[in-house]
């Protein structure tokens, strides 16, 4: 079956701007999860989605949200963008139930200038 | 504050040379502990869940234990194609937001 996939792989921003990062989760799966990754902090949680509602959320600020479509497939957006906000988004997708086995895309590598 | 750590940081190995990754945590409660591994350039790859002390999960040359306060990813007999970054996850009781820890670097030589 097709693996998560997300887009862009690649983009490159402005301090200020706005970015918005999909990502489509395998079939059948409901949960869709965010992460971010960089060399500093590691991986981090930044908030999970099930059946269109958020279901749990990180510690990051208000700049960062997402949300979830009747299909699954699922957005994150980030508003006025910090240089600090360069990192590599992943995003994972699950049945939905808590240690279900999560199946990760490939990320979106973000830079901020 | 809730806190993993992992160690060795990186660690290499002789194919075929068998050892055990550590992960050690901080939390108040369990409510599980995941493994990872991660391939340069790509999203990271679900190995095991743990829930309680005492359980132990195990995928070909992989066994992941767990204790109160750590577990120990177990790796026999490596093959190069085992060479990775290992991360594990903490989700504390009364959470459903895991912590990472930064990973251990594996490399396995020929």
Redesign the interface.
Known sequence: KAGVTQTPRYLIKTRGQQVTLSCSPISGHRSVSWYQQTPGQGLQFLFEYFSETQRNKGNFPGRFSGRQFSNSRSEMNVSTLELGDSALYLCASSLGGFGDEQYFGPGTRLTVT | EDQVTQSPEALRLQEGESSSLNCSYTVSGL??L?WYRQDP??????LF?L?SAGEEKEKERLKATLTKKESFLHITAPKPEDSATY?C?V?PGGS????????TSLIVHP
């Open positions: 409510r599980g995941f350039g790509k999203g990271p790859e679900f869940t829930y991360l996850a989700v459903y937001i895991p912590t990472f820890g930064r990973g």
